[in-house]
């Protein structure tokens, strides 16, 4: 009957399409005639069932359930306890220098611990002044409830200094700038980046770009390698890698990296990356989604995500935050401080403001159908970059 039911659907969703559009059933599909389409196809696979012409039976969604506040790292040095990354961080992707300090004690105050930085973000020095005050006072300055208003007293963190920098997660990636041929060099960038921030040792450091050469990626590769073994980084990562350049580490007989952090989102889902990360028990990081509202942002698959977001009374990064979680990926948003809506996002897009809700398989299937390889921003594996850059064996 359920089947009966939904080919029904089809037709009537079919009908109301040449309706609206006037034109033979070959015509552009319409945004809503898209969406139709794609709740029904939800609704088919969220059942289980088959629906001719439609490539046969559609894949249901991943079982929409919290995977944790924490993800545990494979590949590490660290002895005792394990190395443990916290699902939702905070990205200074484009901060403003100026708003650093703000940014910080804003997604302190929410409860998020892992911290996402980089030399090319031109912030540690900053982000290390501000985070010197709250690690030796353990107080979180607080904002007041609207303009004009006294700030509320600061929040207080329990604990010394070395307990709330354990509570903390670090995680540095080096310019392709920091790449070098002699690994001496490579260790004297990072050192010189953890002076910055005043810590003594990183949760995760990661070659932030494959986009230098074989040599250079692999020399630099090693030189975290030993620094891991030297106890001054926990964790050794890469961002916006390929499968060759994955490869090219395996064929070198080295470890995999413990985190690939890439332009993520359900737009632009980068599956045989997240499938090499699955076999090699390397976890998947997203990146910001700082330009997918933008005018180059998804066209047609915008709606689908708006719609969620309206039904669950969340918004649309709430919606993308929480889709990330239950892939079983790390994310990392980013926010700026100097409006209002952007102070608030830090709350809302934190693990606390994103464990509120679960999406159900349905909506986990609509999202999943949304993947069209979106250039969106200037650090994804295929954005911002020509495709000469990114195709081919060798990637």
Avoid at 223 to 235: F, M, N, R, S, T
Wanted: some cysteine.
């Amino acid at each position: 009957l359920s089947t009966i039911l939904l080919l029904l659907a089809l037709i009537v969703v079919q009908i109301e399409s040449l309706a609206s559009d006037g034109g033979p059933a070959g015509s552009s599909m319409s945004k809503n005639r898209l969406w139709d389409r794609r709740h029904v196809l939800g609704s088919a696979a969220a059942a289980g069932l088959v629906l001719p012409g439609f490539g046969g039976h559609l894949p249901r969604a991943e079982a929409a359930v919290d995977k944790g506040e924490f993800l545990t790292l494979s590949h590490t040095t660290k002895r005792g306890s394990p190395v443990r990354v916290p699902c939702v961080g905070y990205s200074f992707y484009k901060t403003d220098s100026a708003m650093v300090g703000r940014c910080l004690n804003l997604a302190l105050a929410a409860g998020v611990r892992h911290l996402d930085v980089a030399t090319l973000y031109n912030s540690n020095a900053q982000i290390g002044a501000a985070l010197q005050k709250y690690l030796e006072t353990g107080l979180i300055p607080l904002e007041p409830a609207k303009k004009g208003d006294d700030p509320p007293p600061p929040k207080q963190v329990r604990g010394n200094s070395q307990r709330r920098r354990q509570q903390l997660f670090i995680s540095h990636k080096l310019s392709n700038m920091e790449q070098f041929l002699d690994r001496v060099n490579v260790k004297a960038s990072v050192k010189s980046e953890m002076e910055k921030l005043g810590v003594s040792y990183l949760d995760l450091c990661s070659i932030h770009s494959p986009l230098t050469d074989s040599k250079r990626r692999m020399a630099t590769y090693e030189a975290l390698l030993e620094l891991q073994q030297e106890g001054l980084v926990q964790a050794v990562g890469v961002c916006n890698y390929g499968v060759g350049p994955l490869n090219e580490i395996i064929s070198a007989g080295l470890p995999p990296p413990s985190v690939n952090q890439l332009e993520l989102s359900p737009f632009n889902q980068h599956k045989d990356v997240a499938q090499w990360a699955k076999e090699h028990d390397t976890v998947v990081s997203c990146g910001a989604y700082s330009k997918l509202s933008g005018v180059s942002g998804p066209q047609e698959g915008w709606p689908v995500l708006a719609d969620i977001a309206k039904k669950r009374g969340v918004t649309k990064a709430q919606i993308l935050v929480r889709w990330s979680l239950q892939k079983g990926f790390v994310c990392v948003p980013r926010s700026g401080a100097g409006s209002k809506a952007e102070r608030i996002a830090i709350a809302e897009n934190s693990y606390a403001g994103c464990k509120t809700f679960v999406l159900s398989e349905d909506e986990m299937t609509s999202l999943d159908m949304l993947d069209e390889g979106l250039k969106a921003g200037k650090l994804g594996r295929r954005d911002g970059w020509g495709d000469q850059d990114v195709t081919g064996d060798d990637w």
